[in-house]
């Protein structure tokens, strides 16, 4: 625990002006983000007598080693900053509101030629048309089959779309009028968008001009009497209207706005948000978060409205933003708001009619989302404190091992040997923590080896890390601080460590206990490149699979947990999560090499210009017997490109032929069969350096 008085800066070097600044631990960790209008009054509330300060801000305060800051001009530039240091430096001090689920979004992919209507999550793409969030996924496709009645716009995948291209018959959708079948040229490229703009802006709420168009069309067909045709759009406008339903009306003008609700206790804060557009609530989302910090109701809303419209643009942004209390002071946040839309923003308290009624509804949310997350979390808190507590005893632990790192180790036969770390920090998950390492000392098959290098490597740039920061120190032989070293000293090529910036360090935090996949060999292994290292303060332990027996380091018989200990159950997790991940990488890595070809080792050659490549010869046996002059066509590609290419190529033997295993014929490049007089062996191998059309041909 540090003592602030011995990182406070001297009287007079803090400016009294607008600015952000950042606490970091001793490992120089940035763990707070913190922006004010006084940098000097502001960062001096924090240097006085402990006792006076909230419980949470002295542990933030003890924590720290340092504070640096940086001045702006105005409070609008240090809300933008503040915002833009908490996404990067993920600080653990700060309030982060976290969504309770991944919130599926209606999207409409106009950035494509033919743009396609889909459920889309995660983040948010450029050129997408988003609409929602929704509470399910099925209350998307209730909507969108309904629709797809008025505006048949595509939703197949490439893949679909593709297909039906090559065969020149649409799919299913296509027969029925659900989709206008642009794969077969029913419809134009434009005349497809269209649609698709119709869609969005009907989705986007203004339905009245459409249901008046299609009504007006039907009184005209069935003055014509074109019976078929009206009773066709009696029913458009019939779907059209139940679509509408779907969504109730809770504001009477034609509303644009977001409403936000929070409930709070001491410890935790729970926001909703109702996402109103054309008087309709179009979507809905709810986030919870941890109090680490002393904050204020006005501070939780000028965390969630960065964490809402931080990524937002345009629309995205409404034009009212109704809040129950307003951030202090409120025109930065406001113009910060505004200047992400683009026009004006209204942010501020509802006081009275329709918009204070619906704002009370989403307060009821809010407690209830608050009410369920405490019931949930009791029982989890309850379960993984427990599963500690009883690793640490069966273990011998002086204390619950609050982080846990496993090693696995993943390959093929002894080739793409790899290895995974995964990390769980209080009994859960921590990804941004994982690692993945590929073994560099040796080339074939040997996990024992395998686990003594990775563990080696990992511990050692711990080591380099505590070193960095003047943690430790071992007389003159010190390790160097650019390069990552085996155990016999060999520098591992290429590796090198970031310069230190406060980001979260890559092996900089050490675990209390480090948990390999495998019985008493492997533990054997990672204990004894600890030691190598003079590392004594870490618990080793290996989880076997067969009988799922815990194996320490040095003993002859295993520590054999009770089937229904939460303890085995919490290390049978962390150990399935390793296999997980090293297995992932080691597959992405196989099939990475089973695409490879002879353009791959063409040195500064991007994906980008071997796709433009392939797409204007046809295939790497056409580019091969291809010019130098012929080459510099390609767009992108210059003539010492082109000079390199040539020659890369002209080194790399050529690909064997690929063979159609269902009729024995040799296969060209271009994906036909070749002249029978031309025909080689009909089972001759496929190579590694085959094209795309070949490799799928042997698949």
Not at 474 to 488: N, Q, R
Request: charged share 30%.
């Amino acid at each position: 625990m540090a003592d602030p008085s011995s990182y406070r800066p001297k009287p007079g070097q803090i400016p009294d002006s607008p600015g952000v600044y950042k606490f970091r631990d001793e490992h120089r960790r940035v763990i707070y983000v913190g922006k004010a209008k006084s940098l000097r009054q502001r960062l001096a509330s924090y240097f006085q007598d402990l006792a006076n300060l909230h419980p949470r801000t002295r542990t933030m305060v003890t924590t720290a080693a340092s504070v640096e800051w940086t001045v702006v001009s105005t409070e609008v530039e240090a809300l933008q900053l503040e915002y833009s240091w908490i996404k990067e430096y993920d600080p653990r001090f700060n309030v982060k509101y976290r969504d309770d689920k991944s919130y599926p979004h209606l999207a409409v992919t106009m950035n494509e030629v033919f743009p396609r209507v889909q459920v889309m999550r995660g983040a948010k793409k450029k050129g997408v048309r988003y609409f929602g969030p929704y509470g399910h996924a099925w209350a998307i496709r209730d909507t969108v089959d309904l629709l797809l009645r008025v505006f048949p716009v595509r939703t197949c995948s490439a893949g679909v779309f593709k297909n039906a291209s090559r065969t020149g018959r649409p799919c299913l959708l296509g027969y029925i009028g659900k989709c206008s079948a642009p794969c077969v040229g029913r419809v134009s490229p434009e005349e497809h968008r269209d649609l698709a703009e119709e869609f969005c802006d009907f989705m986007a709420g203004r339905t009245g001009t459409y249901i008046r168009r299609l009504e007006q069309q039907m009184t005209e067909a069935a003055e014509e009497m074109e019976y078929e045709r009206a009773a066709r759009l009696r029913d458009d406008i019939e779907a059209l209207r139940k679509a509408m339903e779907k969504n109730a009306v809770v504001l009477a003008d034609a509303t644009d706005a977001d409403l936000m609700a929070l409930a709070e206790d001491e410890l935790e804060a729970a926001v909703q948000i109702f996402h109103v557009r054309g008087g309709r609530v179009r979507g809905q989302r709810g986030w919870v978060t941890d109090k680490v910090e002393a904050v204020t109701t006005g501070d939780l809303v000028e965390h969630a409205l960065q964490q809402l419209y931080g990524e937002e643009t345009g629309d995205s942004v409404p034009k009212e933003v109704l809040v129950p209390a307003l951030p202090e002071p409120v025109e930065p946040v406001q113009e910060w708001l505004t200047a992400r839309r683009g026009s004006n923003v209204s942010l501020r308290i509802p006081q009275r009619g329709d918009k204070k009624a619906l704002m009370e509804t989403v307060q009821r949310n809010a407690l209830q989302s608050l009410a369920l997350h405490k019931t949930r979390r009791a029982s989890d808190l309850t379960t993984r404190s427990r599963a500690l507590e009883e690793i640490a005893e069966a273990l011998d632990l002086d204390s619950a091992p609050l982080r846990i790192e496993c090693y696995d180790i993943s390959h093929l036969q002894g080739d793409d040997v790899v290895a995974s770390m995964v990390v769980f920090e209080d009994g859960l998950q921590r990804k941004g923590e994982y690692r993945r390492f590929q073994i560099k000392g040796f080339a074939g098959q040997d996990d024992v080896r395998s686990m003594h290098e990775v563990i080696t490597r990992r511990f050692r740039r711990y080591l380099v890390e505590k070193e960095k920061t003047g943690e430790w120190t071992d007389g003159e032989d010190t390790v160097p601080e650019t390069a990552e070293i085996l155990a016999d000293g060999t520098p591992l090529p290429g590796s090198t460590l970031a310069e230190d910036d406060g980001r979260p360090k890559r092996f900089a935090y050490p675990p209390q206990l480090v948990v390999v996949d495998g019985g008493r060999p492997q533990v054997a292994a990672a204990q004894r490149a600890l030691d190598e290292l003079g590392i004594d303060d870490i618990a080793v332990c290996g989880l076997a699979k067969r009988l799922e027996e815990v194996w320490l380091p040095g003993e002859d018989d295993p520590v054999v947990l009770p089937r229904s200990s939460e303890g085995l159950y919490l290390l049978q997790r962390v150990r399935d999560e390793a296999h997980r991940f090293a297995i992932t990488y080691q597959r992405a890595k196989r099939a990475k090499r089973f695409r490879s070809g002879p353009l791959d080792d063409v040195p500064g050659l991007g994906e980008s210009r071997k796709q433009a490549l392939i797409k204007h010869f046809g295939s790497v046996k056409k580019l091969r017997s291809a010019t130098i002059d012929q080459i510099c066509e390609v767009p992108g590609v210059g003539r010492k490109t082109a000079e390199t290419i040539a020659v890369a190529l002209a080194q790399a033997a050529p690909a064997a032929p690929a063979v159609n295993t269902a009729t024995g014929e040799i296969m060209e490049d271009d994906g036909h069969a070749a002249p029978e007089t031309t025909a080689g062996p009909a089972e001759e191998p496929v190579t590694a350096g085959a094209s795309d059309e070949r490799r799928g041909q042997e698949t």
